[in-house]
């Protein structure tokens, strides 16, 4: 299989009609199910689970988007 960047097969699409709206949409997916599935590989990880258990530490809640705001509540934890 040959590879492809991503300025090239956003021009072919483009020449194909597709909207550049519809092109930027995909492409975020994309990234999103990658960064995901590294996510899911690093938590299932049997090392990471032990460093847990062992520190006692709770895992931090990647989606959640954190303003300066929270800092506060973490500092009194």
Do not use: C, W
Not at 20 to 30: P, Q, R, T, V, W
Not at 58 to 70: F, G, N
């Amino acid at each position: 299989m040959a590879n492809i960047t991503k300025t090239k097969l956003t021009e072919i699409l483009k020449s194909k009609g597709v909207s550049e709206g519809f092109l930027s949409n995909f492409f975020k997916k994309i990234k999103l199910a990658k960064a995901e599935k590294e996510y899911q590989q690093l938590t299932n990880d049997p090392k990471y689970q032990q460093l847990l258990k062992k520190y006692k530490i709770k895992p931090v809640d990647y989606i959640k988007k954190y303003d300066l705001d929270d800092l506060p509540a973490f500092r009194k934890k």
